[in-house]
């Protein structure tokens, strides 16, 4: 089927604001993460879900993120009363299982804060 | 932390040439892999090799693993333009629950 996609493409807010950003995996796929990439910076984990659970919360950066996943599909992670410093961008993988198994990403979100 | 390190950050070749690669780690691992990236967007899998693995082909790649080592490195061959991009590695370790954690990556010219 379709690939991982993610909602919207990019996305300019002004700082306070809440965003709040989707992540569509690939159907059937039990597994989904969350990763942050600033810019020419490697992948920051945030979060992960298996089926709609998300056991560990302690990547995200602070209490203004927080994520929810329904039906084992759609995520959101929403970011609360935005600053400069969550410009980057957020990708969205899922997998079939959570076991270290491959990762297919969406083409991520482009979040700028002014 | 079990993070792969890419080593080196950046590698500028001609066309026709080869690039290596290489990722280290730290912790006991299931398998690592290997992941392009163009223009800061989302990722693409390349290859994966699994811990009792030490050397795994893809049309013009090749991955080697050195469990005794904790590295790994990525081969291309034969490189194209096309080939630039950043190119990452992410561990799935061998304890706790298995996300990946990823290098910050070789940024990859390869110049016509």
Redesign the interface.
Known sequence: GAG?SQSPSNKVTEKGKDVELRCDPISGHTAL?W?R?R?G???E?LI?FQGNSA??KSGLPSDRFSAERTGESVSTLTIQRTQQEDSA?Y?C?SSLV???????????T?LLVL | SQQGEEDPQALSIQEGENATMNCSYKTSINNLQWYRQNSGRGLVHLILIRSNEREKHSGRLRVTLDTSKKSSSLLITASRAADTASYFCAVSSASGYSTLTFGKGTMLLVSP
């Open positions: 991982v993460y990763y990439q810019l910076q490697g992948l984990f992960y056991p560990d961008v990708l993988a959570l076991r270290g198994e491959t990762q297919y990403f969406g083409p991520g482009r």
